[in-house]
Every structure is written in C-alpha cells, then in structure tokens.
C-alpha cells in the first residue's frame, strides 16, 4: 500500500475534522455552558476513577480511550465511511468545544500547553485512521463493482493500522500522561 493511495482519504478526514473542530468551538463561543458540559463529560468519561498523580493510569485510560476512536475510525469503513466520517465529526466538535471552553476560562497559552505537545502525535494518528477507515470503504465498493478484493486490501490496511497507528496513539498517550501535564504546570 503506497502512502500516496491514502492522501485523498486523509485530506477528506482531515477537511471533515477541521470543519467541525472550528464548529465545536462556535457553538463554545456563543454558549459556554456547551463548554464546560463537554468538559465535564470527558472528565468523568476518561479520568473518572483515576487517582490524581497516576501518571502510569491516566496513559492507560487515554491510550485505550484513544485506540477505541482509532479503531472505530478505522473499521468505520465497513459503513461505506459513514460511520469513520461520523467518528471523525463528532471528536473535531467535542475537541474544539473543549478548546474553546478552556480558552474561555484560562487562555490560549494554556490551550496550547494542553494540547500541541501531543496532539502533534495523537491528531496524525486519527486522520492516518480515518484514511485507512475511507480507503477500506473504498475497496469494499471496488469489490461490489466486481475490481478489487477488498480482503486483500483490508489486510494491507490493517497491516498500516498496527505498524504506524498504533504506536502512535502509544506515543500520544505517553506524552499526554506524562509531558503534558508539566508543560501545563509551566503556564498555570
């Protein structure tokens, strides 16, 4: 599988996920009580039952979390992408809700504190995903028009999956669990 035959599907995701994250943080903006409801929700969601200062914890809870959303993405393409464009959608606005909301409250150095220095990994790792997700729905219509066998293609996609997305959310999750939280204590 070249790279170049997940362009297309990346920049599909990619257009879905900045649509919508630009969205999230719209509505925020006219009603932060979205904001701080969105918050709420991922904290009780992702970090509920974590004890504070369990770095080792919280990386278990996000990597899971995010592995989850990676692997919806990327199955997702058995709905033809309906369901990877959805999974996309939907964390672009929960994610620009959440943004605008801290921003709102602590300002953009925190946000970006909070989130450049793993969402640089964790972002690529959903749209590289998505992509997989939008080209697996592709070579399940090829099939259906009788051009291509979309197992064939699904194993080469999978392949892509536990070779470059799942270190990635690895990755992510480590910085998140363990670098983030000091970056943000320099700007708090």
Known sequence: MSREALVRPGLVVTGVFLATLVLGGLVVSQDPVVGRTLIQVLRDQILGGIPAGSSLLLFLAIFLN????????????????????????????????????????????????????????????????????????????????????AAARARDLGSVFLRAVLPLVALAAGIEAFITPQIISLVA
């Open 66 to 149: 995010n592995l989850q959303t990676c692997l919806l993405l990327f199955l997702g393409g058995a709905s033809l992408g309906a369901v990877t464009l959805f999974i996309a959608g939907t964390n672009g606005l929960v994610i620009g809700g959440v943004m605008e909301a801290v921003r709102q409250e602590k300002g953009i150095l925190y946000v970006l504190a909070a989130i450049l220095p793993h969402g640089v990994v964790e972002i690529p790792s959903f749209i590289l995903a998505g992509a997989l997700g939008l080209s697996l729905a592709e070579a399940l219509w090829q099939e259906w028009k009788g051009d291509e066998d």
